[in-house]
């Protein structure tokens, strides 16, 4: 992984997408060493996907 992957660049995805992207980083995660540059990008990266995805939903979920 070459960069964090932030809020913003998340923004017009789907849920879907979101869901997608969320799986697609947790492979890449397992392939990184322990301590690197690569982890700590994807770890981050991750925060931010698992952010949108309960924005998402919680955008989604009914309101009474």
Do not use: C, K, W, Y
Request: charged residues 20%.
């Amino acid at each position: 992984m070459s960069r964090i992957i932030t809020m913003n660049d998340l923004h017009g995805r789907s849920l879907a997408e979101l869901h997608v992207l969320h799986h697609e980083l947790q492979q890449a995660l397992a392939g990184t060493a322990p301590g690197t540059d690569a982890q700590r990008q994807a770890l981050a990266s991750l925060e931010a996907i698992r952010r949108m995805i309960r924005l998402r939903q919680q955008a989604l979920s009914p309101r009474f």
